[in-house]
């Protein structure tokens, strides 16, 4: 029996770690913090009231995070905590190099002292920067880092402090860079359950002009598994990408959603692009299944057609956020 510490847990990736690893690890005790911003709920949690330790509170807070390791002899910690989202980032890069900086330096500095067996950190394939739309190329875990985006350089230097707290102080560190994720409790500013809301109020489905654009496509449970596999598996000091070779433009997206829907394509509209938004991200994944025989298990357009009908029949826990996001989207 071990104790996790899940940090960022009321979040979408966190949430579905927690659910997935009561599931497959039903002996391991659970300590789930968040910090509960417009993007966590406890909501996303729902029903595991009785199986895990929930604390609402900060990564950047030092003397609470110490005493969650020591009063629950936490022996692994998995950080999901990041504030995510690229078009907040371009208005607010504060709150990004707070949380994802210095609130993850301040958590590697609580582990210090505590007697780990790992100190996972979820990273993102965005600290590489982007490729060119016809590029053959795939960011490679040796690739340099060049990232583009507000969002993405604070996660860069997120995984910068967890490579030095490695090297400096001996903490037995695992990282991950995940291609996009998709799946059940996203909250809807991200594209996916963006366009299906939208679709769903019978609005129009705001496409950045750059439809071209694509990026690399992951089930929310796959990528579980796969950190699964790194915490017990992985080697320390190793960064794994999880990857699914999956691409699909943001165009392939709302065509997905409208025809699950049985929706008309004129709801499709076009909207100025972004500041510094990325052409393209492709992960080469050999690593993590040569060396952990980790594979992929979710098919992209079933898993996608299976998350839209997800928001379809689960609008009692999208509705309520809808008035929660920090940005509106143009067309929105």
Same mark, same amino acid.
């Given at each position: 029996?071990?104790?996790?510490?899940?940090?960022?847990?009321?979040?979408?990736?966190?949430?579905?770690?927690?659910?997935?690893?009561?599931?497959?690890?039903?002996?391991?005790?659970?300590?789930?913090?968040?910090?509960?911003? &417009?993007?966590?709920?406890?909501?996303?949690?729902?029903?595991?009231?009785?199986?895990?330790?929930?604390?609402?509170?900060?990564?950047?807070?030092?003397?609470?995070?110490?005493?969650?390791?020591?009063?629950?002899?936490?022996?692994?910690?998995?950080?999901?905590?990041?504030?995510?989202?690229?078009?907040?980032?371009?208005?607010?890069?504060?709150?990004?190099?707070?949380?994802?900086?210095?609130?993850?330096?301040?958590?590697?500095?609580?582990?210090?002292?505590?007697?780990?067996?790992?100190?996972?950190?979820?990273?993102?394939?965005?600290?590489?920067?982007?490729?060119?739309?016809?590029?053959?190329?795939?960011?490679?875990?040796?690739?340099?880092?060049?990232?583009?985006?507000?969002?993405?350089?604070?996660?860069?230097?997120?995984?910068?402090?967890?490579?030095?707290?490695?090297?400096?102080?001996?903490?037995?560190?695992?990282?991950?860079?995940?291609?996009?994720? &998709?799946?059940?409790?996203?909250?809807?500013?991200?594209?996916?359950?963006?366009?299906?809301?939208?679709?769903?109020?019978?609005?129009?489905?705001?496409?950045?002009?750059?439809?071209?654009?694509?990026?690399?496509?992951?089930?929310?449970?796959?990528?579980?598994?796969?950190?699964?596999?790194?915490?017990?598996?992985?080697?320390?000091?190793?960064?794994?990408?999880?990857?699914?070779?999956?691409?699909?433009?943001?165009?392939?997206?709302?065509?997905?959603?409208?025809?699950?829907?049985?929706?008309?394509?004129?709801?499709?509209?076009?909207?100025?692009?972004?500041?510094?938004?990325?052409?393209?991200?492709?992960?080469?994944?050999?690593?993590?299944?040569?060396?952990?025989?980790?594979?992929?298990?979710?098919?992209?357009?079933?898993?996608?057609?299976?998350?839209?009908?997800? &928001?379809?029949?689960?609008?009692?826990?999208?509705?309520?956020?809808?008035?929660?996001?920090?940005?509106?989207?143009?067309?929105?």
């Amino acid at each position: 029996m071990s104790t996790l510490l899940v940090t960022g847990a009321a979040g979408f990736i966190g949430a579905n770690f927690t659910r997935y690893w009561r599931r497959e690890h039903p002996s391991d005790a659970v300590v789930a913090l968040d910090l509960l911003t &417009y993007a966590g709920d406890m909501s996303n949690l729902a029903g595991l009231a009785e199986e895990i330790v929930f604390v609402r509170g900060d990564i950047g807070d030092r003397e609470l995070v110490a005493r969650l390791l020591r009063e629950h002899r936490v022996e692994v910690v998995v950080n999901f905590a990041a504030e995510s989202h690229n078009s907040l980032a371009v208005l607010d890069p504060g709150r990004f190099f707070r949380t994802n900086v210095l609130g993850t330096q301040s958590l590697l500095d609580a582990c210090r002292d505590a007697d780990l067996r790992r100190f996972h950190h979820v990273s993102t394939c965005e600290v590489y920067g982007d490729l060119a739309l016809d590029s053959p190329e795939a960011f490679t875990e040796r690739s340099p880092y060049r990232p583009r985006t507000p969002y993405n350089a604070s996660k860069a230097g997120a995984d910068h402090a967890v490579r030095a707290y490695h090297e400096t102080y001996g903490l037995p560190v695992t990282l991950s860079h995940c291609a996009n994720n &998709y799946g059940p409790y996203q909250f809807p500013e991200k594209v996916l359950p963006l366009f299906t809301t939208q679709a769903l109020r019978g609005e129009p489905l705001p496409m950045y002009a750059s439809t071209g654009n694509r990026r690399e496509w992951i089930h929310v449970e796959d990528h579980c598994r796969a950190i699964d596999a790194i915490l017990s598996q992985g080697r320390d000091g190793r960064a794994y990408h999880v990857g699914t070779g999956d691409e699909a433009s943001v165009e392939r997206l709302a065509d997905l959603v409208l025809d699950e829907l049985g929706l008309p394509a004129e709801l499709k509209t076009i909207v100025p692009d972004r500041p510094g938004h990325d052409r393209r991200y492709l992960l080469d994944s050999g690593r993590i299944r040569r060396e952990l025989g980790w594979r992929p298990e979710v098919p992209f357009e079933p898993g996608v057609r299976e998350t839209v009908r997800w &928001y379809r029949d689960n609008r009692a826990w999208w509705e309520p956020l809808l008035g929660r996001r920090p940005v509106h989207e143009p067309g929105t």
